[in-house]
């Protein structure tokens, strides 16, 4: 049994994630704290540091979380960009920085994109940049990760979960239930691949 940190694990991609990790002590961190057992904002690194130290020894990190801005791309101002930036692509990345420091021999991490990369779609722009810069920033780092340890990313398609919320802006996706991203975050946590980018879509 690992120790794993899941962070935004109240979300609907947090609730899947957490599916394909029952055999593991879970921690739960979110960015209200509401309902988990720490507080975590990713923009910030003094509080990934703070929640690392709090939580002791872990062996796997699962991000599931990253704010995105969506406006038809003549309409993105520079604050709705620099606000996903900082959230979806360098938040996570502030994740793995940090986390280094902390986290056991042999461990891993687990970011989260997005299938809007890979298929674009109106008012998106902002979502599949940063989703396209974590794939890219997964394969390449795992060259360069210490002591063993690796890291992946899930790209998921919508969830059936979801689909009340994205439906309208994800006409003609095939959603998939949460279950089967669940697997997704499973075998990053659980088996040996490392620089690879998770793809689950119908």
């Not at 794993?4 to 960015?31: D, E, F, N, W, Y």
């Amino acid at each position: 049994m690992k120790t794993v940190v899941v962070i935004g694990a109240l979300g609907m991609m947090g609730q899947a994630a957490l599916s394909g990790l029952t055999r593991h002590k879970v921690v739960t961190a979110s960015r209200s704290g509401k309902g988990c057992d720490f507080q975590v904002d990713i923009t910030n690194k003094d509080s990934l540091r703070k929640l690392f130290e709090s939580v002791g020894e872990f062996d796997a990190v699962v991000n599931t979380v990253g704010h995105c801005e969506y406006a038809p791309f003549q309409e993105m101002t520079s604050d709705q960009w620099a606000t996903t930036i900082q959230s979806k692509m360098l938040g996570q990345i502030n994740v793995v920085h940090v986390g280094l420091e902390y986290i056991k021999d042999g461990g891993s991490f687990t970011l989260i994109s997005g299938i809007l990369n890979m298929k674009p779609v109106p008012q998106a722009i902002a979502d599949a940049t940063t989703s396209g810069a974590i794939d890219t920033f997964v394969k390449c780092v795992a060259h360069e990760l210490p002591r063993g340890i690796r890291i992946n990313v899930v790209n998921p398609t919508v969830l059936e979960e979801a689909m009340d919320v994205y439906g309208d802006m994800l006409r003609g996706f095939q959603p998939v239930p949460g279950a089967l991203v669940g697997k997704a975050f499973e075998r990053s946590v659980d088996g040996f691949v490392t620089g690879q980018v998770l793809f689950v879509d119908a």
